[in-house]
């Protein structure tokens, strides 16, 4: 319990050294704090965690984790005018809505290898509206994604480790959502939204050295790739990095690496894009 916010969490064995789960909720009470005081603060967020682990066996085990949180804002007001005929009701607000869920698999081949296979859902929406009087507007988008990815780490020695895996994603986009009610629909366009689905692939591999005590490099080289309106782009990515340790509290690092975003922009206009960037 804080001053601002609190969180209920429970975790607990379900099969004694075979499975367990963890449940986590929290939920912020500013808006009722401020309301005590007579200041109106119509602004809060709670959030939802759940995990559950399943040992199938010595060599495998089941991993599922989903993260549930949203952001409100909600004002209302009567706004009195000189007469009753000049009275009228004033809203606005948005919500912003996250929703993820993991389902993991890891599995050791033997001690120096092992694997994790995932399957990730992710959802992103966010509604803002806005209300006077009999008029209304609400602005909604939305962002899918659901992807698959298969990550090996090998333990060649001591001092060198090699991962290397793929990665697949479905993006599904679906912005510029629009509804307006009232005589201001007169002057703005419905609009339904408009569906891009964007697939995204990528290979990659990672070799990491450790040279001495002080000394670590690290180098990778990563093969990305999307399909964006049926145009396919794709792109290595490198990266190297080492490290110096002076001493338990300092180090000496440098890096270079090179990324690309496929989906970093989606616009506002009425077409529906998405740039792709290289950085």
């Known amino acids: 319990v804080g001053l601002l916010s609190s969180r209920l969490t429970i975790e607990a064995p379900i099969i004694k050294e075979r499975a367990s789960f963890l449940i986590s909720g929290r939920r912020t009470y500013i808006d009722q704090v401020f309301k005590a005081f007579g200041t109106p603060l119509p602004y809060y967020f709670y959030d939802f965690n759940a995990k559950l682990n399943y040992k199938l066996s010595d060599r495998d085990r089941l991993f599922f984790s989903a993260y549930f949180g949203d952001d409100v804002l909600a004002y209302e007001e009567r706004v009195e005018g000189e007469s009753v005929a000049e009275n009228f009701d004033l809203g606005f607000g948005f919500q912003l809505g996250n929703f993820t869920q993991t389902l993991r698999w890891n599995h050791i081949f033997h001690p ?141 690092k440098l890096s270079y690496s090179r990324m690309s975003q496929y989906m970093p922009h989606v616009s506002r206009s009425e077409e529906t894009t998405v740039e792709p960037q290289a950085t």
């Open 112 to 252: 120096k290898l092992f694997a994790n296979f995932s399957f990730i859902h992710t959802s992103f929406n966010y509604d803002i509206r806005g209300d006077i009087d009999n008029n209304s507007v609400l602005i909604q988008s939305e962002i899918r994604d659901l992807g698959a990815k298969l990550d090996f780490t090998h333990y060649l020695s001591e001092n060198t480790q090699l991962r290397f895996g793929l990665q697949s994603i479905w993006h599904r986009f679906r912005p510029n959502i629009l509804s307006a009610q009232g005589i201001i629909a007169d002057f703005i366009d419905n609009r339904a939204g408009v569906f891009l689905n964007t697939p995204e692939l990528a290979l990659y591999g990672n070799y990491e050295f450790q040279a001495t005590e002080k000394v670590k490099l690290n180098g990778g080289l990563r093969l990305t790739g999307a399909v964006v309106k049926n145009r396919v782009y794709a792109n290595p990515e490198p990266r190297l990095s080492g490290s110096y340790q002076l001493n338990d509290r300092q180090s000496l």
